[in-house]
């Protein structure tokens, strides 16, 4: 092999370590400044443990098929399909402790606090959630045909936020609950007006839609800024 050919190899590996340097780079930022954005050290370290591994993969992804879609296609990268947080780029972070909004939410939880991944209950409870998709208000959820603007009276536009409950750190599973009977919750739906945010709690293996038996649903609790 001559030395220009050599050269020219040369050249081109140090093309491709500098795009891969700067691929990784890129990934580090993005990864880092999701982080950064969480309101506690500790739920932002739940929430990297459980989400930064999958959207690692697609970002990587995005990178290497090009990244031809500019912003948008690193957006949906990012979100993938189990949806962030927050439903939309002005949506504001829900975080702070709401009061109970009614009596039954007053004698059944007391008021809740939400930080991260974290809900925390007045009367005791601390459920630890995971993002799984958003759903719009005009989405049936049981059985029953009935739709979550219809049982929270919210608009059919609204987005709902659904997420997983999961163990605690030293839990092989989520505890049970009187909440949900004595049974184990499974996902909980959000939805954040301003100061206002009505919780939904389901039992444990429901998958939200219109197959869900009636029963599954534990309780609905309202709750509005201190």
Do not use: Y
Not at 8 to 16: A, N, W
Not at 90 to 95: P, Q, R
Request: glycine share 10%; net charge positive; charged share 20%.
């Amino acid at each position: 092999m001559t030395a220009t050919a050599v050269s020219r190899l040369k050249r081109r590996s140090d093309r491709g370590l500098k795009g891969l340097a700067g691929v990784l780079g890129f990934v580090c930022l993005v990864l880092f400044l999701m982080v950064i954005e969480q309101k506690q050290a500790m739920d932002a370290w739940i929430w990297a443990r459980d989400s930064l591994t999958p959207t690692a993969r697609r970002v990587v992804g995005w990178a290497a098929g090009g990244a031809t879609d500019g912003l948008d296609g690193l957006q949906s990268a990012a979100s993938g399909d189990d949806m962030p947080l927050t439903a939309t780029a002005n949506a504001v972070v829900l975080a702070g402790t709401f009061t109970p909004a009614d009596e039954a939410t007053r004698h059944t939880v007391g008021s809740a606090t939400f930080a991260g991944a974290l809900i925390r209950l007045e009367r005791g409870e601390t459920i630890r959630t995971r993002p799984l998709r958003i759903a719009s208000g005009a989405e049936v959820f049981n059985t029953g045909r009935e739709t979550f603007a219809a049982r929270l009276n919210a608009g059919a536009d609204a987005q709902i936020e659904l997420r997983a409950v999961i163990p605690h750190d030293r839990e092989a599973v989520v505890p049970a609950t009187l909440l949900c009977g004595g049974a184990r919750p499974g996902v909980v739906a959000v939805l954040h007006r301003r100061d206002h945010v009505e919780l939904m709690m389901f039992r444990e293996r429901t998958i939200v839609g219109a197959e869900t038996p009636p029963d599954a649903l534990c309780g609905v609790w309202r709750f509005r800024a201190g």
